[in-house]
């Protein structure tokens, strides 16, 4: 299994940006997918996580800013990102609760992470 990040850049303070993260493989379903973020010097923290139905959940300092969802039908989770701040640069990191293919186990896969850059 595979997970795939993509979306991030450069944006001044007040601007958007929407992450995508897609997985691929031998995937049966996916229960959980989340968004974790990790600035230089710091520990990595939890960002927002939305179920298989559709329930999602914020961090605190990202309520009213950050929207995520998913389409499951492309095993992708999005982070739509807007009213960035400077704080908000960080090394974007999805995670994803892969039911593997002909097995009832589940495992966490990371992807690689892309890097937000919000200048001031």
């Known amino acids: 299994v595979q997970l795939q990040a993509s979306g991030g850049g450069l944006v001044q303070a007040g601007g958007s940006l929407r992450l995508s993260c897609a997985a691929s493989?031998?995937?049966?379903?996916?229960?959980?997918m989340a968004w974790y973020r990790q600035a230089p010097g710091k520990q990595r923290e939890y960002v927002a996580i939305?179920?298989?139905?559709?329930?999602?959940n914020h961090a605190d300092f990202v309520k009213g800013r950050f929207t995520i969802s998913r389409d499951n039908a492309k095993n992708t989770v999005y982070l739509q990102m807007n009213s960035l701040k400077p704080e908000d640069t960080a090394v974007y990191y999805c995670n994803a609760r892969v039911v593997v293919r002909n097995t009832r186990d589940q495992y966490d896969f990371w992807g690689k992470g892309t890097q937000v850059t919000v200048s001031s």
């Open positions: 493989g031998s995937i049966s379903s996916i229960n959980v």
């Open positions: 939305v179920t298989g139905g559709g329930t999602t």
